[in-house]
């Protein structure tokens, strides 16, 4: 049993900072990629940041020079800094993660998702 708990979503003034973080527990053997999804309503789930075990890192686009992602490995957490938020950045953000509970077997897991809103 693999659980995702999400905090750091919050109401912000455009042009402001968050941090997310989310911390993965249970039957961990390893993790193999962490990273963080959003959506909104009427839209289509989308990545905003990933990081994988070997240390590449996927950004969405148009995140990239204002949100940075990275992880604890020792706490089994990952945290996106977001800096310069804008209105569009205004989702549900949730994280993913793939797991090995043990060796050879890889899960996905999503966390539940938090708010953010970024106001004009």
């Known amino acids: 049993q693999v659980q995702l708990v999400e905090s750091g979503g919050d109401l912000v003034q455009a042009g402001g900072t968050l941090r997310l973080s989310c911390a993965a527990s249970g039957s961990i053997f390893s993790i193999v990629s962490m990273g963080w999804y959003r959506q909104g309503p009427g839209k289509e789930r989308e990545l905003v940041a990933n990081i994988h075990e070997g240390g590449r890192v996927d950004y969405a686009e148009s995140v990239k020079g204002r949100f940075t992602i990275s992880r604890a490995n020792t706490q089994n957490t990952v945290y996106l800094q977001m800096n310069n938020l804008e209105p569009e950045d205004t989702d549900v953000y949730y994280c993913?993660?793939?797991?090995?509970?043990?060796?050879?077997?890889?899960?996905?897991?999503w966390g539940q998702g938090t708010q953010v809103t970024v106001s004009s």
């Open positions: 993913k993660a793939l797991i090995r509970t043990v060796p050879g077997n890889i899960q996905i897991h």
